[in-house]
C-alpha cells in the first residue's frame, strides 16, 4: 500500500517509517562518460567604426552540478539534487536576452559585443580558460567582461563582486545610480 502511504505523508508532512521486514541485495557499477563539451559564443560587431576594434564580453556557465551546498537556497540540503534552474540556467537566459536586445539596437553598442555560454565552470573554470586562451577578439582589446550567475531570484537586488579587480566599473556603477530611478548602491 505504498500509494497509500505516499498520499499520507504528503499530507501531514509525518514521516512513517517501519521495519519491511526484508532484505535486499543491490551492485551499483559506475562507469565514468565523458562527453566534450562546447563554449558558446555569438559576436555582434560594435557600431562605432573607432570603438568597434574593442570588446565587452558578457558571459554565464551553462552547466551545473547539482548538489547544493554552502551557497544554495538551502544548505542543508547538501548533497542532495539541486537543480541547476537558478545557477546557471538563469545567467545563461539573461545573456540570450542581452544579446537579443543588443542585436535590436545595435548602434546603442559602439564596442563589439561577445556573448560566451561556458561549458565546465563548474570543474575548474574549463570553459572560461578555454575563451581566455582563445579569444573571439584579443584580450588586450577587451574593455570588460561580465559574467552573469544566479541571476534569476534576485528579489530586487544584483550583487555585483569584482571591483576589487576591476575598479572601473564601481565608477559605472554610480553613474548608472545617477540616470536610473530608483537604483540604490549599498556596499557589503
Not at 547544493?68 to 536576452?97: C, F, K, W
Not at 534569476?152 to 548608472?176: H, W, Y
Amino acid at each position: 500500500n505504498l500509494d497509500a502511504l505516499a498520499k499520507e505523508i504528503d499530507a501531514t508532512g509525518t514521516p512513517k517509517s517501519r521495519d519491511l521486514d526484508a532484505h535486499i541485495d543491490y551492485v551499483e557499477h559506475l562507469a565514468k562518460t565523458r562527453r566534450t563539451v562546447k563554449n558558446v559564443i555569438g559576436v555582434l560587431p560594435g557600431s562605432d567604426p573607432a570603438r568597434a576594434h574593442e570588446a565587452v564580453v558578457v558571459g554565464a556557465h551553462y552547466d551545473h552540478l547539482g548538489l547544493g551546498g554552502r551557497h544554495s537556497m538551502n544548505p542543508n540540503l547538501a548533497g542532495q539534487v539541486h537543480n541547476g534552474a537558478d545557477d546557471n540556467a538563469s545567467g545563461t537566459a539573461a545573456i540570450i536576452e542581452v544579446a537579443r536586445a543588443a542585436a535590436a539596437n545595435r548602434n546603442r553598442f559602439r564596442r563589439t559585443m561577445v556573448f560566451v555560454a561556458f561549458a565546465g565552470e563548474e570543474l575548474g573554470l574549463v570553459g572560461s580558460a578555454q575563451y581566455a586562451n582563445n579569444p573571439s577578439i584579443p584580450l588586450d582589446r577587451t574593455t570588460a567582461m561580465l559574467n552573469l550567475d544566479m541571476v534569476g531570484r534576485p528579489r530586487g537586488r544584483i550583487m555585483v563582486s569584482g571591483l576589487e579587480t576591476a575598479p572601473a566599473i564601481d565608477e559605472d556603477l554610480k553613474a548608472a545610480s545617477a540616470e536610473i530611478d530608483g537604483l540604490e548602491i549599498k556596499r557589503f
